[in-house]
């Protein structure tokens, strides 16, 4: 982990080594994904069963290939009861933060005699993918369940890998039962993405695919976009704390850590304006790193994409957060909310010595799901709109219509569309 | 245009017939547009102006390359002071309209010693693209601006490709003024794309693409995507009418012409309960056909893609209509607005016979960019969200974080996170 001074020069190589994550050529996978999308598409379950045979080891019928009821009870019995009560809550919290984000319909009369208004409706049926193996975290399935629920989406198909038994992640499970699935497919990669984008005997065509996953699971959801709406293709994680003298080091460097334990490619980087705060975090980094399980891969996450920053004043720290528009930004300063109203890109602001990252996580309510990769420029977190469509709705009047025609045909005739300017002269000729 | 009896039969394959539209294999392109987009970001303007030479056959310095105001006043004249009026008053209804659709932040704090909130910002930097030539449509350039500009977006780019001497149609110009662009760019194609997905000497680096675009332009804004946020890549337009006996079958005849003239793949569908009324619209048709300056471009899309159907009842009408997901909708029946609220899939719905569909191209404000190919099932019309980007607030005091660490610490150890446990519990040690 480098400590540097932060100036021009600096920044840009740090955005531009941020980015560097980025430029990994998959060409090489796009035709094996392709193939799997057209296999799919032609043979459906056939195909998506032996797929599961090649890749998961396991052998699936159309009759075993939806987890049943008595899975889901036995999934519970494999939990812990204070596991299950903190996923509950956790749910709950989920559910209070995005119900505020509802919308209402609209419809509006004008004097004129014109109706104008915007339905807002939810999509009819989103499909979630969960990662098998380690990767399988029920935290991921309720950020992405429950804001779908909350839109009010009929149906909620969930797909993830089965193990060589035909067994489903227990927690992954139960995760979806409390958040609210309706049904759970044991089907996983690039095969069940095509599966809900395309429908096939077993699986029901999905209108959005959200949700993590590998390579070819990122591959077949971008392939697949345009059939049906998808989330954004999640990077590597991200945090970035901007830090006054007034922090203590010690939760600073923890909450580095925890998020550069995510992968090798995971990004964590402090600026401060006080030297001794740098000095100290990277000490207590050191300290920390003996003890933690996931030493060796925070190691190479911190050499790789791990900085310290020293800022000369507020201002700078400010505008580098908003150049870097991390996926998760905390603030911890004097006076952390006025510093936020300057924070332009961030997909998730902590605030304070006391709200660490992973309460985000899992706890607070706002959705995990967010913006990496400086995508917070253009890109939200995870949230209810991504499970609603509008429809815009417009009715004249004769009188409305007859004060305007003379316009719109004018508008259509300078754009050379004559059958455009027709269907309003019609009605006054 | 046939004529059908609407059943389980023919409703399959007319959305395998309107699906048909979509299959093209584009991968000749591919390799085109990559390479451009790659000489983009390597060499900018030099390879820029190249292209514009190639392909524009029109030369541009960085001197040349950005409309100025004297070329921004020459358009002005260029038009009839009726037209510039009637764009004034379009541009005014669209922003009426989307001034309804702006949202604000909002933040709350909670008795447990929690604030959670939603800051809505608008991104800083958007880039619209419009086509040069025929395609240059001045409506169009109102509909992607406009709610850029409620949305209170800073800067607003456009990058139109120029004639051999230099000059953008005027109307464009003309438009782009009225609606609020900031800058424009004589550069069209691909290389426009990858300029404002990038940044060049001249461009900017855009947060943002919209705007139509040929085969070259989609697929660049698709191989860019990531880098900057896009809109929906718009297939051929479509129009779906549903009658009841109370129609008339000359406005409805004139309706679905005006979206079979945009080109040979549009396709225009009528489902009525009434045979007299499917009669008489074919005859309607046919005399409107005599008359009307794209004639050919119509018959060609009306023998492919243009069909009525009778429906044994209501009911059937509207399970179709769900079921083909419109980008345009006119539901012309004896209860439009009871009908329409059963509607569950359309871009836009147009209510009544004065609603003809041009209404809403040019004028009511509505927005005209919507979603075609049957994705109105999960996409939107343009709208100020996609102008807007969120960020969470989360805020926890020490009481707050105390009453429920060991819930976040218990969660985290359960994915195997242990770096995400110890950085709430170092907080409590």
Same mark, same amino acid.
């Given at each position: 982990?480098?400590?540097?001074?932060?100036?021009?020069?600096?920044?840009?190589?740090?955005?531009?080594?941020?980015?560097?994550?980025?430029?990994? *050529?998959?060409?090489?996978?796009?035709?094996?994904?392709?193939?799997?999308?057209?296999?799919?598409?032609?043979?459906?379950? $056939?195909?998506?069963?032996?797929?599961?045979?090649?890749?998961?080891?396991?052998?699936?019928? +159309?009759?075993?290939?939806?987890?049943?009821?008595?899975?889901?009870? !036995?999934?519970?019995?494999?939990? *812990?009861?204070?596991?299950?009560?903190?996923?509950? +809550?956790?749910?709950?919290?989920?559910?209070?933060?995005?119900? +505020?984000?509802?919308?209402? $319909?609209?419809?509006?009369?004008?004097?004129?005699?014109?109706?104008?208004?915007? #339905?807002? &409706?939810?999509?009819?049926? @989103?499909?979630?993918?969960?990662?098998?193996?380690?990767?399988?975290?029920?935290?991921?399935?309720?950020?992405?369940?429950?804001?779908?629920?909350?839109?009010?989406?009929?149906?909620?198909?969930?797909?993830?890998?089965? $193990?060589?038994?035909? +067994?489903?992640?227990?927690?992954?499970?139960?995760?979806?039962?409390?958040?609210?699935?309706?049904?759970?497919?044991?089907?996983?990669?690039?095969?069940?993405?095509?599966? %809900?984008?395309?429908?096939?005997?077993?699986?029901?065509?999905?209108?959005?695919?959200?949700?993590?996953?590998?390579?070819?699971?990122?591959?077949?959801?971008?392939?697949?976009?345009?059939?049906?709406?998808?989330?954004?293709?999640?990077?590597? $994680?991200?945090?970035?704390?901007?830090?006054?003298?007034?922090?203590?080091?010690?939760?600073?460097?923890?909450?580095?850590? @925890?998020?550069?334990?995510?992968?090798?490619?995971?990004?964590?980087? &402090?600026?401060?304006?006080? !030297?001794?705060?740098?000095?100290?975090?990277?000490?207590?980094?050191?300290?920390?790193?003996?003890?933690?399980? #996931?030493?060796?891969?925070?190691?190479? *996450?911190?050499?790789?994409?791990?900085?310290?920053?020293?800022?000369?004043? %507020?201002?700078?720290?400010?505008?580098?957060?908003?150049?870097?528009?991390?996926?998760?930004?905390?603030?911890?300063?004097?006076?952390?909310?006025?510093? %936020?109203?300057?924070?332009?890109?961030?997909?998730?602001?902590?605030?304070?010595?006391? *709200?660490?990252?992973?309460?985000?996580?899992?706890?607070?309510?706002?959705?995990?799901?967010?913006? =990496?990769?400086?995508?917070? #420029?253009?890109?939200?977190?995870?949230?209810?709109?991504?499970? &609603?469509?509008? =429809?815009?709705?417009?009715?004249?009047?004769?009188?409305?219509?007859?004060?305007?025609?003379?316009?719109?045909?004018?508008?259509?005739?300078?754009?050379?569309?004559?059958?455009?300017?027709?269907?309003?002269?019609?009605?006054?000729?």
């Amino acid at each position: 982990m480098q400590t540097l001074r932060l100036n021009t020069e600096t920044k840009k190589e740090l955005l531009g080594n941020l980015l560097g994550r980025n430029t990994g *050529s998959y060409s090489e996978y796009e035709k094996t994904v392709n193939d799997i999308i057209d296999n799919i598409r032609a043979n459906g379950d $056939s195909a998506l069963f032996d797929y599961t045979l090649k890749f998961d080891k396991c052998s699936l019928t +159309k009759d075993t290939v939806k987890v049943t009821r008595s899975e889901i009870e !036995e999934a519970y019995k494999e939990l *812990s009861p204070e596991f299950i009560e903190v996923m509950k +809550k956790s749910a709950e919290n989920i559910r209070v933060f995005h119900e +505020k984000q509802k919308r209402n $319909s609209w419809i509006e009369t004008n004097e004129n005699g014109s109706i104008l208004g915007q #339905r807002i &409706l939810p999509i009819e049926i @989103s499909g979630i993918y969960v990662p098998g193996g380690k990767a399988a975290y029920p935290s991921s399935v309720l950020m992405n369940v429950v804001p779908a629920k909350v839109a009010c989406v009929e149906r909620i198909v969930m797909c993830t890998p089965p $193990s060589k038994d035909g +067994k489903v992640n227990a927690g992954t499970l139960v995760a979806a039962d409390i958040a609210g699935v309706t049904e759970v497919y044991k089907v996983g990669g690039a095969q069940a993405i095509a599966a %809900m984008a395309f429908g096939t005997e077993s699986i029901p065509k999905v209108d959005k695919i959200t949700g993590p996953g590998n390579i070819f699971v990122a591959l077949a959801k971008k392939a697949c976009f345009g059939y049906v709406s998808i989330d954004s293709i999640a990077g590597p $994680s991200e945090i970035l704390v901007i830090a006054d003298e007034t922090a203590n080091p010690r939760y600073v460097a923890a909450d580095l850590l @925890s998020q550069a334990e995510h992968d090798e490619l995971a990004s964590a980087i &402090l600026i401060t304006t006080s !030297e001794e705060v740098a000095k100290k975090v990277k000490e207590e980094i050191e300290g920390f790193l003996k003890t933690l399980s #996931r030493a060796d891969i925070i190691r190479k *996450s911190l050499d790789n994409y791990g900085y310290i920053f020293i800022a000369d004043n %507020m201002q700078d720290m400010i505008d580098a957060a908003n150049a870097i528009a991390s996926e998760h930004l905390e603030i911890i300063t004097k006076n952390p909310f006025e510093t %936020m109203t300057k924070i332009k890109n961030a997909g998730a602001i902590f605030l304070g010595e006391y *709200s660490s990252e992973p309460l985000g996580d899992y706890y607070a309510g706002p959705n995990h799901i967010l913006p =990496t990769n400086r995508t917070a #420029r253009f890109f939200s977190p995870l949230n209810v709109d991504d499970f &609603l469509k509008k =429809t815009s709705i417009i009715s004249y009047s004769e009188d409305a219509l007859r004060k305007v025609h003379n316009d719109i045909e004018l508008f259509a005739k300078e754009e050379g569309l004559t059958a455009h300017a027709n269907s309003i002269a019609v009605r006054f000729e």
